[in-house]
């Protein structure tokens, strides 16, 4: 009698299953018209997990949680099963990869997607943390996998299952060709294992993600989906039904107007600072620099250098650029009230990233501080425009001087 697991077939955990039982001649069938966040939360489904999590399958004996052990579980419905290895230390080094598979990369590949996916707090320090810790392992099953075909031994094992389950999440959503690049054994034994008939059975044709997806708002979590759907798994599965609640419709509100818009009027007409600085293409300490500070109304306005308190983290080019990226991405609330340059400096990591800001008022607004959580990730100072030096920073901030303060640019970045 075929074995009854819960799940919905778009749900890579449940793939360890299917494909163990693939190698091993098991009948494991998919509940059927399963639909994620209501018949996982039955409670019959509770009885059987507590967490409400899925997979679970049922067995003759009562149901098991938990993808690992539920692939363990299929592997050893078959006696002698050379998924599990044949001896006792290619046993041990099975269950060391499958550990590996699940604490050192599904849980750091989580770590960088589930966030920006809009599933928990997206922060750039935990991201920075969640990459370089990936890669350690990366670093490592890639040494591995330069003189090994498989994990263990010369065939598959469950512990190719896991680990190709796992990576299968992160070049489906996250490990784009760029990043994973780095890792060619890495990609040649992934690209291998999915294409073996017991992995294709149920993963289909599988493709990698072209780009890190953008950081989501977390203000509405969405699970998030595993990459394509795969083939049809013995019984039919259900379709994952969108998880989206409709939302309720609002009449509009008068917008309130900006403090920034009370203010008395300035001489300073950012437009045409913007303008200016755009059009200038050469000389531009002669006519953008002067035409700033003869433009500058320190009533009006005011000048802040930024610092990134994280510094040491920056330790990845392309996410220290993607990291400034999305900053720039979320002050555009503030582009009628402000200008800034954001400089990535260093040929090396780490990168400093640091900046200049000008904006509306004295103050840093209080809407921006409020709304753009980026900015209690930089130590803000106000420029002191009677201090020479401070000055001439400013203007070297603004025309991208290299080298800056002695070190290269690895970029600069204007908001306007
Ligand atoms: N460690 C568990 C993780 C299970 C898990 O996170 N399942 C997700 C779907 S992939 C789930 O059921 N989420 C629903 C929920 O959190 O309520 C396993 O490997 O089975």
């Not at 943390?129 to 263990?152: G, Q």
């Not at 090396?348 to 709304?371: A, S, Y």
């Amino acid at each position: 009698m075929a074995l009854v697991l819960h799940a919905g077939c778009t749900n890579k955990n449940a793939f360890k299953a299917l494909i163990a039982a693939e190698y091993s001649g098991v009948e494991v069938e998919l509940v059927k018209d399963f639909e994620m966040g209501v018949s996982n939360k039955t409670p019959e489904f509770l009885k059987m997990n507590p967490i409400g999590k899925v997979p679970v399958l049922e067995t003759p004996d009562g149901p098991v949680f938990e993808s690992n052990a539920i692939a363990r579980y299929v592997t050893r419905v078959k006696a002698d099963n050379p998924l599990y290895g044949s001896s006792l230390i290619e046993y041990a080094h099975i269950e060391q990869w499958i550990d590996f598979a699940s604490m050192e990369i599904d849980a750091n590949i989580s770590r960088w997607l589930y966030p920006r996916c809009g599933f928990m707090v997206y922060l750039p320090p935990a991201e920075e943390a969640a990459i370089a810790a990936l890669k350690r392992a990366l670093d490592a099953l890639n040494t591995h996998l330069a003189s090994n075909t498989y994990l263990v031994g010369h065939s598959v094992t469950l512990a190719d299952i896991i680990m190709t389950c796992n990576l299968y999440t992160g070049f489906g959503r996250i490990l784009t060709k760029s990043f994973t690049s780095e890792f060619p054994h890495i990609e040649r034994y992934f690209w291998t294992l999915v294409n073996q008939p017991n992995f294709q059975k149920i993963l289909g044709e599988v493709k990698q993600v072209e780009s890190i997806p953008p950081v989501q708002s977390t203000k509405k979590p969405s699970q998030p989906k595993e990459p394509a759907k795969p083939k049809e798994v013995k019984k039919e599965a259900a379709p994952p039904k969108a998880e989206e609640a409709a939302e309720e419709e609002e009449a509009p509100k008068p917008k309130a107007k900006n403090p920034l818009d009370l203010l008395p009027p300035s001489k300073m007409i950012l437009d045409e600072w913007k303008r200016l600085y755009s059009n200038t293409k050469t000389n531009f300490r002669e006519v953008a620099i002067k035409g700033f500070w003869d433009m500058f109304d320190p009533e009006g306005y005011s000048l802040w250098f930024c610092d990134y308190k994280y510094n040491d983290e920056n330790t990845v080019s392309f996410v220290t650029l993607n990291k400034v990226g999305g900053f720039l991405q979320r002050m555009d609330l503030a582009r009628k009230y402000a200008f800034g340059k954001m400089l990535i400096i260093g040929s090396e990591p780490p990168f400093k990233v640091q900046g200049l800001w000008l904006f509306r008022g004295t103050e840093i607004p209080q809407f921006i501080i409020d709304e753009c959580y980026d900015m209690e990730l930089y130590e803000w100072k106000k420029v002191d425009i009677n201090d020479e030096a401070q000055k001439e920073r400013v203007s070297q901030m603004i025309e991208d001087c290299e080298p800056f303060e002695g070190e290269a640019l690895l970029d600069a970045k204007c908001f306007k």
